[in-house]
């Protein structure tokens, strides 16, 4: 824990958001194959907040399940809410569901990276550098969540504005592997087992 906190990577080994979002989205890919975008995206939003409702109703959790809720609706309703409406609608769920959570700094740097990942994302949605908008994206969570960090955890590790990108897309293969491994082993553990392992070695 202590080296993926030194890293930059210790949001990896909590339920959150990010989770949430690359199990949905799987869901949503499988469910593609059989019906159209928009029906895949209603059925990505009912198992988030069927998924998040067994965990509890982390606030991180929460906030994914919210936004791939408004995401579903506004495909149904043909609409496109900006990325800042989207961000204050799912803050308002989230605390619909636990008021408290405006006192949890997971729901914090939650929605902290969220931010700050949208906003340099904005700022350089006109280059075509694919690489420099991902260092954009990383860095720009890394930044909005450091104050939190310091805070709450006395450090902040910038390192983690490279290590995501390594990790981020070996997590979207070893999270959904694992958990289709135990409904159907075989080869899925094996694969899920490479890409896990991947992910135990980035932060070294």
């Known amino acids: 824990r202590q080296t ?3 890293a930059g990577l210790a949001h990896l080994l909590a339920i959150s958001g990010l989770h949430v979002g690359i199990l949905a989205s799987w869901v949503q890919w499988l469910a593609r194959r059989a019906t159209t975008a928009r029906a895949a995206g209603v059925v990505g939003a009912i198992f988030a907040w069927g998924y998040v409702a067994f965990l509890g109703f982390p606030a991180p959790a929460t906030r994914s399940a919210a936004f791939l809720a ?3 609706l506004g495909l149904l309703r043909q ?3 900006s990325a800042d409406a989207v961000l204050v609608t799912s803050a308002l769920l989230v ?3 636990d008021p408290l959570a405006a006192t949890d700094i997971g729901a914090w740097l939650s929605f902290a990276a969220v931010w700050g990942s949208a906003f340099a ?3 350089l949605q006109n280059r075509r550098a694919r690489l420099l908008r991902l260092v954009a994206v990383s ?6 969540t450091a104050p939190i960090t310091a805070y709450a ?3 902040v590790a910038l390192i983690g504005i490279a290590a995501n990108l390594v990790a981020i897309p070996l997590a979207a293969v070893a999270v959904p592997g694992i958990f289709a491994s135990l409904l159907l082993g075989g080869p899925l553990a094996g694969g899920a087992g490479l890409a896990q392992a991947g992910l135990e070695q980035t932060p070294r």
């Open 121 to 123: 994302s904005r700022e």
């Open 79 to 81: 609409r496109h809410p």
């Open 139 to 144: 860095a720009g969570a890394t930044l909005a």
């Open 70 to 72: 408004i995401g579903a």
């Open 153 to 155: 955890f006395g450090s």
């Open 95 to 97: 605390l619909a569901v």
């Open 4 to 6: 993926f906190a030194d």
